[in-house]
């Protein structure tokens, strides 16, 4: 089986190791990765990246001529592209750029053009309602009557393209798996003492944006309510909130509690992680954005909840998108912005140690047999087996 995957998410060697696996699981499975020569993430990492040829017995990265460095939507590919379908000749390709994607249109166009007879794939993370005028209408239209198979990270998008009259095979999972040689239960007794934090602490961790959709403010007022419990919280990331988290932390007398870890390499997370009795992640669906097509965000999917669960961590997530799915029966779920209901989770943990062992054992052997890149490339291939 020959599969091409297209996406500017897999510049980051590290989000390659799904399809990595994925080249590995049988004999006569060759995977093409296709990635803009050229990208600009922006945000913390704001600098060019150039891309390199790798190969790797079955498994080659291939960078290709790109227009626009830093839009998804208006990525598309030069006219290199097109020796490389001519002699790869693929099976399967998948664009991971989303239903709208220029890109995907144009691997649509040039499957049909060059007679390969592929199936055409996409993924996408999006999960709100939207709506679309002319002419981004009728590229989508055109996308989604062109396809033969979507992957879709979450519940609610699923729901939402078959609300858009897509009727053919949908497969659910996220994008990009846990590794688990990096994220597995390891103590960290250096960084604990680094960071002031003692064994009889009960330690709750945040990692993520600092911004109010990701609910850290009902997560600090949560707190406040266990001042008489022996706790810190721990918050890794950055974001606009800070000052106000630090000013609302003093008004409540708790600021000393809060333990604030900045700029953290993804392959060190994992070591944060393993210093939490438990992790939190309590989004709050919110309508004030907007964008050209939709209002609004709720969560996609919690990447670091996997990674918690990987670690032996227990979790704790509100019910905002897709975080009671991801969760399952591994963890606590509580209504979104509900302080109540969240402070009581955290006190259950607190004070039933056989709940918070269940729950560790639980959500590890979740993410063990659903979340891993191997779990993953296995999904997918079984996907690309029922498209074929």
């Known amino acids: 089986m020959k599969i091409l995957v297209a996406s500017h998410t897999?510049?980051?060697?590290?989000?390659?190791?799904?399809?990595?696996?994925?080249?590995?699981?049988?004999?006569?499975i060759e995977v093409t990765v296709v990635v803009p020569r050229r990208w600009q993430p922006g945000g913390v990492q704001n600098k060019i990246i150039e891309t390199e040829f790798i190969q790797e017995e079955s498994f080659q990265v291939v960078p290709i001529s790109?227009?626009?460095?830093?839009?998804?939507?208006?990525?598309?590919?030069?006219?290199?592209?097109?020796?490389?379908?001519?002699?790869?000749?693929?099976?399967?390709?998948?664009?991971?750029?989303?239903?709208?994607?220029?890109?995907?249109?144009?691997?649509?166009?040039?499957?049909?053009?060059?007679?390969?007879?592929?199936?055409?794939?996409?993924?996408?993370?999006?999960?709100?309602?939207?709506?679309?005028?002319?002419?981004?209408?009728?590229?989508?239209?055109?996308?989604?009557?062109?396809?033969?198979?979507?992957?879709?990270?979450?519940?609610?998008?699923?729901?939402?393209?078959?609300?858009?009259?897509?009727?053919?095979?949908?497969?659910?999972?996220?994008?990009?798996?846990?590794?688990?040689?990096?994220?597995?239960?390891?103590?960290?007794?250096?960084?604990?003492?680094?960071?002031g934090i003692q064994t009889s602490d009960f330690v709750v961790g945040f990692v993520g944006r600092f911004v109010e959709e990701k609910g850290l403010l009902a997560l600090l007022e949560a707190m406040a309510g266990l001042r008489q419990?022996?706790?810190?919280?721990?918050?890794?990331?950055?974001?606009?909130?800070?000052?106000?988290?630090?000013?609302?932390?003093?008004?409540?007398?708790?600021?000393?509690?809060?333990?604030l870890v900045e700029s953290v390499p993804h392959n060190e997370v994992n070591k944060y992680i393993n210093l939490m009795s438990t992790l939190v992640l309590p989004s709050q669906?919110?309508?004030?954005?907007?964008?050209?097509?939709?209002?609004?965000?709720k969560e996609q999917f919690g990447h670091v909840l996997i990674e918690a669960m990987a670690c032996k961590v227990p979790t704790i997530g509100s019910d905002s998108g897709e975080i009671p799915h991801v969760i399952g029966k591994a963890g606590l779920v509580f209504p979104e912005g509900d302080v109540s209901a969240l402070q009581n989770c955290i006190l259950r943990l607190m004070e039933e140690p056989e709940l918070r062992e269940n729950l560790a054992n639980m959500g590890y052997e979740r993410a063990m047999t659903e979340y891993t890149n191997q779990a993953l490339a296995k999904k997918l291939l079984d996907f690309y087996k029922q498209v074929l």
């Open 66 to 195: 790109n227009f626009s460095q830093n839009n998804q939507g208006l990525l598309t590919f030069g006219a290199d592209i097109i020796d490389l379908l001519r002699r790869f000749r693929p099976q399967i390709i998948q664009v991971e750029q989303g239903s709208k994607a220029l890109a995907y249109a144009q691997f649509i166009t040039l499957n049909k053009l060059l007679g390969l007879k592929a199936k055409n794939l996409f993924f996408t993370w999006w999960n709100l309602p939207y709506q679309l005028k002319f002419p981004v209408s009728l590229l989508e239209a055109y996308n989604l009557g062109n396809t033969d198979g979507i992957i879709v990270g979450n519940q609610d998008g699923a729901e939402i393209l078959r609300q858009r009259g897509y009727k053919g095979q949908i497969s659910i999972m996220p994008q990009l798996g846990v590794d688990e040689n990096i994220f597995q239960p390891q103590t960290q007794p250096e960084i604990a003492a680094k960071l």
């Open 229 to 259: 419990h022996s706790w810190k919280l721990l918050l890794l990331g950055r974001g606009p909130l800070q000052s106000v988290l630090m000013e609302r932390a003093a008004e409540y007398g708790i600021k000393e509690r809060i333990i």
């Open 10 to 28: 897999y510049i980051v060697d590290i989000n390659r190791e799904k399809l990595r696996a994925l080249s590995r699981l049988e004999s006569g």
């Open 285 to 297: 669906t919110t309508y004030q954005f907007k964008t050209l097509t939709a209002v609004g965000w």
